[in-house]
């Protein structure tokens, strides 16, 4: 089963957003093992985000999401990574697909709620920045057969 990092960013937080963003992914079928709240350290920020070091927006997303408390979440399930990404949407909210995380919640690109994995590889790589092996729950759920066939 894939794993990937979700993020509740300093926006979603403070709308009061969390419980619904959370509720999607669970209401889905996926399951959670990894979740806590925590304030990203410019540190990490710089670390979590590298690929995007020396573009334009740079320094605004760092602000950003060191801003306030975020939500970091792990979910595991089948094809969860590109199944997240599908149910986040696109970047820009306004491009967004209708339905979608950001579409429904989000309006300016700097603004959009959620973070999640691009890749397998990606996702093992954000998880280990932001959560320490004992922070993962590993556990069953009787309903699975109702969910995976
Ligand atoms: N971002 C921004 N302006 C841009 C592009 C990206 O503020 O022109 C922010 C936005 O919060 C986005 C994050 O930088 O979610 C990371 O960008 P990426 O291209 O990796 O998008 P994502 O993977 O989050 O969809
Ligand atoms: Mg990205």
């Given at each position: 089963m894939e794993r990937t990092y979700l993020m509740v960013k300093p926006d979603g937080v403070q709308r009061n957003?969390?419980?619904?963003i959370i509720s999607r992914?669970?209401?889905?079928?996926?399951?959670?093992?990894?979740?806590?709240m925590?304030?990203?350290t410019r540190e990490l920020a710089e670390k979590h985000y590298g690929e995007h070091i020396g573009k334009p927006f740079f320094t605004s997303l760092v602000d950003y999401i060191t801003s306030g408390p975020v939500v970091g979440i792990v979910?595991?399930?089948?094809?969860?990574?590109s199944a997240?990404?599908?149910?986040m949407g696109a970047t820009d909210p306004l491009k967004a697909a209708p339905g979608t995380i950001r579409s429904s919640y989000g309006i300016d690109i700097g603004r959009n709620v959620i973070?999640?994995?691009d890749s397998v590889t990606s996702s093992a790589r954000e998880i280990a920045i932001f959560f320490k092996e004992g922070e993962l729950v590993e556990y069953s759920r009787d309903l699975d057969r109702w969910i995976y066939e």
């Open positions: 957003l969390t419980g619904e992914f669970e209401k889905k079928g996926f399951k959670i093992i990894g979740l806590k925590f304030k990203i979910v595991e399930g089948k094809n969860v990574v997240a990404r599908e149910m973070h999640g994995s």
